[in-house]
C-alpha cells in the first residue's frame, strides 16, 4: 500500500509555471505506475499525464501536451509535474494516483486505472 501527499499548487498568472510534487511512502514506490488527474468544479476528474513504473514512458492528454512535464525520481518517493504555459482552464484541484504495476508498459489513462490517490493540491491560474 502506499500513502500519497502532493504540495506546489497555488494562485499563477497566464503564461506562468508551477511544478506539483507528490510524495509516496512505502518502500516500493519503483513498482508503482503513477499518474496526475485534475477536477474542476462541476466537471469530472479527467486525466492529465502518466509515467510507467521505471520512467521509461510518459503519456500527456492533448490538452497540456508540450506544455507540462511528468517525471519521478525513485530515490526519493516522489512524481512531479512541471506546469508551464499555464491558461485558465488549467485551474482545477490536481490529484497524484498510483497503481501497482512493477513490469511492462501500459499507460492508463482512466482514474478507474489507480487504486491510490491523494487529497490533492488547488492550481489556480488567472487571466
Known amino acids: 500500500q502506499v500513502q500519497l501527499v502532493e504540495s506546489g499548487g497555488g494562485l499563477v498568472q497566464a503564461g506562468g509555471s508551477l511544478r506539483l510534487s507528490c510524495a509516496a511512502s512505502?518502500?516500493?514506490?519503483?513498482?508503482?505506475?503513477m499518474g496526475w488527474f485534475r477536477q474542476a468544479p462541476g466537471k469530472e476528474r479527467e486525466f492529465v499525464a502518466t509515467i510507467t513504473w521505471s520512467g521509461e514512458i510518459t503519456y500527456y492528454a492533448d490538452s497540456v501536451k508540450g506544455r507540462f512535464t511528468i517525471s519521478r525520481d525513485n530515490a526519493k518517493n516522489t512524481v512531479y509535474l512541471q506546469m508551464n504555459s499555464l491558461k485558465p482552464e488549467d485551474t482545477a484541484v490536481y490529484y497524484c494516483?498510483?497503481?501497482?504495476?512493477?513490469?511492462?508498459?501500459?499507460?492508463?489513462?482512466?482514474?478507474?486505472?489507480?487504486?491510490?490517490w491523494g487529497q490533492g493540491t488547488q492550481v489556480t491560474v488567472s487571466s
Open positions: 494516483a498510483a497503481d501497482y504495476r512493477p513490469i511492462g508498459t501500459v499507460v492508463t489513462t482512466t482514474p478507474n486505472g489507480y487504486a491510490y
Open positions: 512505502g518502500r516500493t514506490f519503483k513498482s508503482y505506475a
